[in-house]
């Protein structure tokens, strides 16, 4: 019988940017090993074994919460940085409903004449409060986060900023608007700089 933290675990093996921070999928020629990897898992299942025994490859546990936040702030900066896009942390001028400052802020605008605004944050897969969403939908408990700070920056989202929540869980999902972001991020890299891997690159930051 699975648990739903097995289940979890499963899902998010399963999903792109799991396969992308694999160290195996670096490049193309790789894939099939990484395709024989994810049937020894498919046929280990098969057989009830847990999901936690069966990963060769296991994201680190983070040391703390903000230790991660730290650390995605800091790709966020040099990913923009990369793009020739200037930006600062911690902006003063721009409060929040809770009084607080957004993690960044870019110094020119992002998208339709909007700066892009953003808070980075790092929720547990495996929370007892995370755990049923995430054996059902990878990305679940990313997703609700992201909910919940968009709640907490509508005041700034009201004065014409562009909002991104960066949410990344524990086990590596992320959420459907963190992709977005990457996606667009990865694209102003590589019509700066010409490499074709850019938002391969973030991914594997954002995760490692």
């Known amino acids: 019988m699975w648990s739903n933290a097995d289940i979890s675990e499963f ?3 399963y999903e792109e940017e799991a396969l992308l921070w694999n160290p195996k999928c670096t490049d193309h020629k790789d894939r099939n090993a990484v395709h024989d990897h994810w049937i020894r898992i498919k ?3 098969s ?17 703390g919460r903000s230790s991660r936040h730290r650390e995605l702030n800091t790709i966020i900066r040099q990913a923009l940085s990369a793009a020739h896009i200037p930006s600062r942390l911690e902006p003063n001028g721009l409060i929040r409903s809770d009084g607080k400052r957004p ?33 059902r939908n990878a990305g679940a408990s990313a997703n609700d986060a ?21 949410s990344v869980e524990t086990l590596g999902s992320f959420s459907t608007e963190t992709l977005t972001f990457i ?4 694209t102003k890299i590589y019509q700066t700089t010409g490499e074709p891997k850019s938002r391969h690159y973030l991914i594997c930051n954002a995760l490692r």
């Open 103 to 135: 993690d960044g802020i870019t110094e020119i605008p992002w998208i339709n004449g909007k700066h892009l605004v953003w808070d980075a944050t790092c929720s547990d897969t495996m929370a007892p409060s995370n755990i049923a969403a995430c054996s």
């Open 11 to 13: 899902l998010t093996l």
């Open 183 to 186: 996606n667009e991020l990865g």
């Open 146 to 166: 992201v909910n919940r700070k968009r709640r907490t920056y509508k005041q700034i989202i009201d004065q014409g900023h562009h909002f991104v929540a960066v």
């Open 47 to 63: 057989m009830n074994c847990s999901v936690g025994e069966l990963k060769n490859v296991e994201m680190k546990k983070y040391a």
């Open 43 to 45: 046929d280990k299942f």
